[in-house]
């Protein structure tokens, strides 16, 4: 399988005063995906023909996203952000694969975060997300409803209006970032990324198809001033292996 997403966001903000300011983004959306080699779910499919092998399809949608941020003190901000589901079109060769007719909507999700300044030179960065993937039937419905399909419930087979997805859980996710300003010319950076694996031990079997698993990044990086025009900017992530077994 591939899944591509985009998301363009043309973004409008408001200074309500010095401290508080307010931000509104319409978000466009585009998503290709292609999968191959699927055809040993052909029984479980109400659209055999539109299950695999189809190359790549696109689909597109609209959404919004809103932002806070305000500026409590000389060396703390806060911020905030939320975007409600993004609501896309179907991926026609693939309506046998996802469900609800190939629907694969990209879910709500929000962000609230505070950025402290212990000196002029050093800013550390917590955020707290939630990714709502309960939002998309594609991604949240779990895939033991292909048993109903075997037993003679059309709507629970792939493709259907509760066909079987990748069964993956709402998630929390929480940040934690440290840039150290160590002269005009050289930024040093790290950050630590924890997240909730969303796929349980029932859904193994159909998430070899995504694995979405991984649940901590830790990262590193630099930006470096040449001159008052050019800058040169690095970064490393490293996520350890880890394993659902089901």
């Known amino acids: 399988v591939d899944l591509i997403q985009l998301v363009v966001a043309p973004t409008v903000a408001y200074k309500l005063n010095a401290q508080h300011a307010v931000g509104v983004s319409l978000l466009l959306g585009y998503q290709q995906f292609k999968a191959f080699g699927l055809q040993a779910f052909t029984p479980l499919s109400i659209a055999p023909a539109s299950l695999t092998n189809n190359g790549y399809d696109k689909s597109t949608g609209v959404g919004l996203r809103l932002g806070y941020q305000g500026r409590l003190s000389d060396s703390v901000t806060i911020g905030a952000a939320y975007a409600p589901k993004m609501s896309m079109g179907e991926f026609d060769n693939y309506k046998g694969l996802f469900a609800e007719n ?20 050093v800013t550390v960065a917590l955020d707290f997300g939630r990714i709502n993937y309960s939002d998309a039937k594609s991604v949240n419905t779990p895939g033991a409803n292909a048993f109903n399909c075997v037993a003679g419930d059309p709507s629970a087979c792939l493709g259907g209006a509760n066909g079987p997805g990748f069964g993956w859980k709402d998630i929390d996710v929480f940040k934690l970032g440290v840039a150290w300003r160590m002269s005009d010319a050289l930024t040093l950076r790290a950050g630590y990324n924890k997240g909730e694996n969303p796929i349980t031990a029932a859904d193994v079997s159909f998430n070899i198809l995504a694995p979405g698993v991984m649940k901590d ?14 800058e040169i900017s690095g970064m490393l992530m490293v996520a350890p292996r880890q394993d659902v077994t089901g």
Do not use: L
């Open 102 to 121: 190939g629907g694969f909507d990209i879910p709500s999700h929000f962000n609230i975060g505070v950025a402290f300044m212990p000196t002029p030179a």
């Open 217 to 230: 990044h830790y990262t590193a990086g630099f930006s470096y001033a040449m001159d008052k025009d050019s």
